[in-house]
């Protein structure tokens, strides 16, 4: 079993920046694959970024957040972390750390890929 707790949410303006943290804990923890989903009301689950372990750290993004959101991992510590910059009014929404992802690179961004799912935090820019 898994255990996520997300934290760093938070109101922000436009423009301004945020980061988010997520640590895990648990017997498959942490995993080669990990990333940050984002669901607003009345939407789908998006992902936000994936990062990947194995012989290096690969980094993915959904082409909203490129160039302004970066995610990052932290063994040692067991946390993976998503720094906002230059937010925008679109990124409001709950902000979901997600263990256990797909072996296949391409469906990174798949919330019904991963295995293990934190809370959430709520991030509102206004």
């Known amino acids: 079993h898994v255990q996520l707790v997300e934290s760093g949410g938070g109101t922000v303006q436009a423009g301004g920046s945020l980061t988010l943290s997520c640590v895990g804990s648990?017997?498959?923890?942490?995993?080669?694959?990990m990333g940050w989903f984002r669901q607003a009301p009345g939407k789908k689950r998006e992902g936000v970024a994936g990062?990947?372990?194995?012989?290096?750290?690969?980094?993915y993004y959904a082409d909203s957040v490129k160039g302004r959101f970066t995610i990052s991992r932290n063994n040692a510590k067991n946390t993976v972390d998503l720094q906002m910059s230059d937010v925008k009014l679109d990124d409001t929404a709950m902000y979901y750390c997600?263990?256990?992802?797909?072996?296949?690179?391409?469906?990174?961004?798949?919330?019904?890929?991963?295995?293990?799912w934190g809370q959430g935090t709520q991030v509102t820019v206004s």
């Open positions: 997600a263990s256990g992802g797909p072996y296949y690179r391409y469906i990174w961004s798949r919330a019904d890929q991963y295995n293990y």
């Open positions: 648990g017997t498959n923890y942490p995993s080669e694959c």
């Open positions: 990062i990947y372990t194995d012989g290096g750290n690969f980094k």
